[in-house]
């Protein structure tokens, strides 16, 4: 019961305020007209490149500022850890796995050290293909590691709404791990961990993270950051 709540509401947070089409795998619609926000830079001295493409969670929907952000304050901690990255937001509401896809070529305009990928809370609130969102994830990977062959990349699990059946959510849990593995990804098991679920770390919808609730997702993804971090070279070296 707990486990289907906390399940229920992850997702949710993925949420976008406002609507979209439903973005298919194949291309042939497009979530563009809604990049209005993307690539925001968070201020930082120096470091590595850091792209964090993702949905609502990502973009901050509904805090006041872009330092009260998961993002901000993983560049804040590893400010303090002496391992500074240069973090660029590119998270977008309501935003699916095909959406990231196609915006992908915009975002690899610049070049990146790390992708962090925010990606499929979207597609299993709309009950899309866990095959299709496989695909999806692995290709942003595979287009990006072309371009970028020395790039490295995370993965930020997420679960799907209890409602859909066990079958589809077990096969959705199932894409993050698969992919990470297959593609030399390293994986946040669950992004929400620990905030999915908790009234006191939800805003008032109980949908989006309060910026407690964003710190508290910086805690579960710095640990895996810095060490994708300490595997990148040092500058100038």
Same mark, same amino acid.
């Given at each position: 019961?707990?486990?289907?709540?906390?399940?229920?509401?992850?997702?949710?947070?993925?949420a976008?305020?406002?609507?979209?089409?439903?973005?298919?795998?194949?291309?042939?619609?497009?979530?563009?007209?809604?990049?209005?926000?993307?690539?925001?830079?968070?201020?930082?001295?120096?470091?590595?490149?850091?792209?964090?493409?993702? $949905?609502?969670?990502?973009a901050?929907?509904?805090?006041?500022?872009?330092?009260?952000?998961?993002?901000?304050?993983?560049?804040?901690?590893?400010?303090?850890?002496?391992?500074?990255?240069?973090?660029?937001?590119?998270?977008?509401?309501?935003?699916?796995?095909?959406?990231?896809?196609?915006?992908?070529?915009?975002?690899?305009?610049?070049?990146?050290d790390?992708?962090?990928?925010?990606?499929?809370?979207?597609?299993?609130?709309?009950?899309?293909?866990?095959d299709?969102?496989?695909?999806?994830?692995?290709?942003?990977?595979?287009?990006t590691? $072309?371009?970028?062959?020395?790039?490295?990349?995370?993965?930020?699990?997420?679960?799907?709404?209890?409602?859909?059946?066990?079958?589809?959510?077990?096969?959705?849990?199932?894409?993050?791990?698969?992919?990470?593995?297959?593609?030399?990804?390293?994986?946040?098991?669950?992004?929400?961990?620990?905030?999915?679920?908790?009234?006191?770390?939800?805003?008032?919808?109980?949908?989006?993270?309060?910026?407690?609730?964003h710190?508290?997702?910086?805690? $579960?993804?710095?640990?895996?950051?810095?060490?994708?971090?300490?595997?990148?070279?040092?500058?100038?070296?």
């Amino acid at each position: 019961m707990i486990r289907s709540l906390v399940t229920l509401l992850s997702l949710t947070v993925a949420a976008c305020a406002g609507s979209d089409a439903p973005a298919v795998a194949d291309g042939s619609g497009s979530d563009s007209t809604m990049v209005v926000a993307t690539g925001a830079r968070v201020p930082s001295k120096s470091g590595p490149r850091v792209v964090f493409l993702g $949905t609502s969670i990502t973009a901050g929907l509904g805090l006041e500022r872009e330092a009260e952000t998961y993002v901000s304050v993983l560049a804040e901690l590893a400010d303090s850890a002496g391992r500074p990255f240069q973090a660029i937001n590119a998270g977008v509401s309501g935003e699916t796995s095909a959406g990231g896809l196609r915006r992908l070529d915009w975002i690899l305009r610049e070049p990146l050290d790390v992708l962090v990928i925010e990606l499929g809370g979207n597609d299993g609130l709309r009950g899309q293909s866990p095959d299709a969102m496989a695909d999806n994830l692995t290709e942003i990977i595979r287009r990006t590691r $072309t371009r970028y062959p020395n790039a490295l990349f995370v993965v930020a699990g997420m679960e799907a709404p209890p409602n859909l059946g066990e079958a589809y959510t077990s096969a959705f849990r199932a894409v993050f791990p698969t992919v990470a593995a297959a593609e030399g990804a390293v994986l946040v098991p669950f992004l929400l961990d620990g905030v999915a679920g908790v009234p006191e770390l939800n805003q008032d919808d109980r949908i989006h993270p309060t910026p407690e609730g964003h710190r508290r997702i910086a805690s $579960t993804v710095w640990p895996i950051l810095r060490d994708v971090l300490d595997t990148l070279p040092e500058e100038g070296s």
